[in-house]
T-cell receptor, first 117, second 111 residues
Framework: GAVVSQHPSWVICKSGTSVKIECRSLDFQATTMFWYRQFPKQSLMLMATSNEGSKATYEQGVEKDKFLINHASLTLSTLTVTSAHPEDSSFYIC?????????????FGPGTRLTVL | KQEVTQIPAALSVPEGENLVLNCSFTDSAIYNLQWFRQDPGKGLTSLLLIQSSQREQTSGRLNASLDKSSGRSTLYIAASQPGDSATYLCAVRLNDYKLSFGAGTTVTVRA
């Protein structure tokens, strides 16, 4: 149980285009999902917290107009990178929160590698 | 702001040797601490989760300790195998469900 999927697993796009990444909780309902980005040999940095049916909460320094997050259902959150540029190339990972034995644990997706040419 | 540091950044050991990975954090008011494994180009696999009230957790060859007052955790991997080669990340959670990650320790186990 507690499986999180991401689609696509990798994407290459031209500079100036928009890219949508999906994050799904396959066997549980997730009221909260998180989006992270990871640069090579660096740690995961939290970008935003996505709550079902409400606006996402962005971390300081993250442009909300550039990284659009939609959490339309209890099993799906999407991240759209608008007008992508080469500096947006990164590994994007989502996680979903699920109550486990009285506490909440995050389960992570496999990640999406974005390359902007 | 919570800062998480992992030392060493990289480690190479011969097969069979025990591994010791260190994680330190600046704010001791954590809810829990979690150790993850990440293979190249892949997502995260949770290894062990230690609640703030616990001192250690064990799973097979893995043992993680937590000293909240000193802001430290250690992951021990006994009798390392080439399949243990990966990057190991620690993350601490404050009460708002957000995780703060360290930069990881990249482990290479030589056959």
């Amino acid at each position: 149980g507690a499986v999180v999927s991401q689609h696509p697993s990798w994407v290459i796009c031209k500079s100036g285009t928009s890219v949508k990444i999906e994050c799904r909780s396959l066997d549980f309902q997730a009221t909260t999902m998180f989006w992270y980005r990871q640069f090579p040999k660096q740690s995961l940095m939290l970008m935003a917290t996505s709550n079902e049916g409400s606006k996402a909460t962005y971390e300081q320094g993250v442009e909300k107009d550039k990284f659009l997050i939609n959490h339309a259902s209890l099993t799906l959150s999407t991240l759209t990178v608008t007008s992508a540029h080469p500096e947006d190339s990164s590994f994007y990972i989502c996680s979903a929160r699920q109550p486990v034995w009285g506490y909440n644990e995050q389960f992570f997706g496999p990640g999406t590698r974005l390359t902007v040419l | 702001k919570q800062e998480v540091t992992q030392i060493p950044a990289a480690l190479s050991v011969p097969e069979g040797e025990n591994l010791v990975l260190n994680c330190s954090f600046t704010d001791s008011a954590i809810y829990n601490l979690q150790w993850f494994r990440q293979d190249p180009g892949k997502g995260l696999t949770s290894l062990l989760l230690i609640q703030s009230s616990q001192r250690e957790q064990t799973s097979g060859r893995l043992n993680a300790s937590l000293d909240k007052s000193s802001g430290r955790s250690t992951l021990y991997i006994a009798a390392s195998q080439p399949g243990d080669s990966a990057t190991y990340l620690c993350a601490v959670r404050l009460n708002d469900y957000k995780l703060s990650f360290g930069a990881g320790t990249t482990v290479t186990v030589r056959a």
